[in-house]
């Protein structure tokens, strides 16, 4: 059995006024008795997020508030909260309600098990569209084919960290952020906890289709070189095809038919430079994230802070990280 000193509750929350102080209700009745810091990542919110969170954090000091200077993403805002977190275990949970907080003292109990990474997978999502659950099931199943970790299917970033595997997971520091993989990557003893999604009370999805595209076109890259290698193989399959017609290109041009191909042609040209375009963004797709790489730009900037001192800024690992 582990002892607990204390549990973060990190989440990110960007334009989401109307679900604010009842976040903050329940995860405190979820954890009562239980020492824990609720760490809230502002990501630029312009709606008065902000503000209630900061009315908040003045009369309950558990509530640290993290104001990013712009929208930097969720995968950045809950690094944020990560690199802030001080707690033996720590719990990324999303700010909208839609996932429980009051899962949180099952995660605990798992982890107080041994369990050093804790799973909350989804039975059910409730009022999510056809298109929303079709996609994701085609996204986990191209995952689960194409990449170089395992990822449990139907779960997505609400999951307990024990320290260890924590301190590990901000040890990298990559600016094209699938913090599932990277949970996956680390490795350490897992288990897994079922629970029924509810559907949004209120605000939008901040998640439209571009950005589930974006965020699955992360996930690949980052954890396989799959699509290198597609490029390669469609190259070599194109050559074969050219190997196989040489034989009818020789006999139409001696028997006199030699134009009759030519649309045949055109349509061979067309595909292989179809191919080769396809190849070329997927190499430049790489290439553009070396390049972010390279720069080493901070993965995000803290304007200012509530019950943390602004001290544990701009992209930093957190204090309590460096001093392991």
């Known amino acids: 059995m582990r002892e607990l000193r204390l549990i973060s509750v990190v989440s990110p929350m960007l334009d989401e006024v109307g679900v604010v102080r009842e976040f903050h209700r329940r995860v405190g009745e979820a954890l009562q008795g239980v020492p824990f810091e609720l760490i809230v990542v502002d990501d630029g919110s312009t709606d008065g997020t902000g503000e209630i969170l900061d009315e908040i954090a003045a009369v309950d000091e558990r509530l640290r508030v993290l104001h990013l200077s712009r929208p930097f993403g969720h995968q950045m805002a809950i690094t944020a909260g990560l690199d802030h977190a001080v707690g033996d275990a720590v719990v990324m949970l999303d700010g909208d309600l839609q996932d429980p907080p009051e899962l949180i003292p099952e995660l605990l109990g798992r982890w107080r098990d041994g369990a050093d990474i804790v799973i909350a997978k989804r039975r059910v999502r409730e009022g999510e569209t ?36 924590l301190d590990a997971l901000l040890g990298m520091r990559e600016r094209s952020r699938f913090l599932r993989g990277m949970s996956s990557w680390v490795g350490f003893r897992r288990d897994v906890v079922e629970y ?34 597609l490029s390669a193989l469609a190259g070599f399959a194109c050559a074969a095809i050219a190997l196989l017609l040489l034989p009818l290109t020789i006999v139409a041009r001696y028997t006199g038919i030699y134009e009759r191909g030519v649309p045949s042609l055109l349509f061979v040209v067309l595909l292989i430079g179809g191919i080769q375009l396809i ?25 200012r802070a509530r019950n943390l001192g602004d ?11 460096e001093q392991r």
Do not use: C
């Not at 986990?140 to 595997?165: C, H, M, S, W």
């Open 130 to 165: 056809r298109m929303k659950l079709a996609t994701a099931r085609w996204f986990y199943a191209v995952i689960g084919r194409l990449a170089q970790v395992e990822l449990e299917p139907n779960a997505g970033d609400f999951r307990l960290f024990d320290r260890r595997p």
């Open 196 to 229: 029924d999604r509810a559907a949004r009370s209120t605000g939008t999805t901040k998640f439209p289709l571009g950005r589930m595209i974006r965020f699955a076109l992360d996930g690949l890259t980052s954890f396989s070189n799959f699509p290198l290698q």
């Open 279 to 303: 190849a070329l963004g997927m190499i430049g797709e790489y290439l553009g994230r070396i390049y972010d790489e390279v720069k080493q730009r901070p993965l995000y900037v803290v304007a």
């Open 311 to 321: 001290e544990r800024g701009a992209g930093a690992v957190s204090e309590h990280a």
